[in-house]
């Protein structure tokens, strides 16, 4: 198996603009996750899917963030408008509760690096 | 999910055993004791899990006392390629999420 993918690695944008971002979870899992990590707040939880269904999105900072699930292999989380206080990396992760080696096992992605200008 | 403390960093040299401590004094009945391992520019990586006693991977071992009340990880003759951040969550096997906290980076040296 791929992994979790992530594109695109890097995204560099300026103020005001849209950005999207995608994540494609490993074949199989039902749960998706999508986190932001910065040297000031670390890692945090945005927003979290079960069966393609938002479960948890309290961690969405503003009205700004929306993230989508059409389908098991596909997730996107948008931010519109963006902001320099946005950038950071982001990262996707996916897990199969009921299997894997341990109970919650997460694999993350690679990460998006996104610089808002 | 019981907040856990550890320390922010830790320093070591090649070849040492390497022994971080977590604190989750509100552990409940149901929780495990999982730690992730974060190398720079890469996402976290899973290393071990565990609900008491001790246990062994190829990579780490994980002690927990009886109180469960701590853990501590425990990496072998570390290598510079163990640089990483280590974070240590608490959580029950039925909880959907995990809540990271700020982790111990650890630096190995020559």
């Known amino acids: 198996d791929a992994g979790v993918i992530q594109s695109p690695r890097h995204e560099v944008t300026e103020m005001g603009q849209e950005v999207t971002l995608r994540c494609k979870p490993i074949?199989?899992?039902?749960?998706l996750f999508w986190y932001r990590q910065t040297m000031m707040r670390g890692l945090e939880l945005l927003i979290y899917?079960?069966?393609?269904?938002?479960?948890?999105d309290s961690g969405m900072p503003e009205d700004r963030f929306s993230a989508k699930m059409p389908n098991a292999s596909f997730s996107t989380l948008k931010i519109q408008p963006s902001e320099p206080r946005d950038s950071a990396v982001y990262f996707c992760?996916?897990?199969?509760?009921?299997?894997?080696?341990?109970?919650?096992?997460?694999?993350f992605g690679p990460g998006t690096r996104l610089t808002v200008l | 999910l019981a907040k856990t403390t550890q320390p922010i960093s830790m320093d070591s040299y090649e070849g040492q055993e390497v022994n971080i401590t977590c604190s989750h004094n509100?552990?409940?009945?149901?929780?495990?004791i999982t730690w992730y391992q974060q190398f720079p520019s890469q996402g976290p990586r899973f290393i071990i899990q565990?609900?008491?006693t001790k246990v062994t991977n190829e990579v780490a071992s994980l002690f927990i006392p009886a109180d469960r009340k701590s853990s501590t990880l425990s990496l072998p003759r570390v290598s510079l390629s163990d640089t990483a951040v280590y974070y240590c969550?608490?959580?029950?096997?039925?909880?959907?999420?995990?809540?990271f906290g700020t982790g111990t980076r650890l630096q190995v040296f020559p």
């Open positions: 992760a996916s897990s199969l509760v009921s299997s894997g080696v341990a109970y919650n096992e997460q694999f």
């Open positions: 074949s199989g899992h039902d749960y």
């Open positions: 899917f079960n069966n393609n269904v938002p479960i948890d």
């Open positions: 509100n552990i409940a009945t149901n929780d495990y």
């Open positions: 565990g609900y008491k």
């Open positions: 969550l608490v959580g029950a096997h039925n909880t959907d999420k995990l809540i």
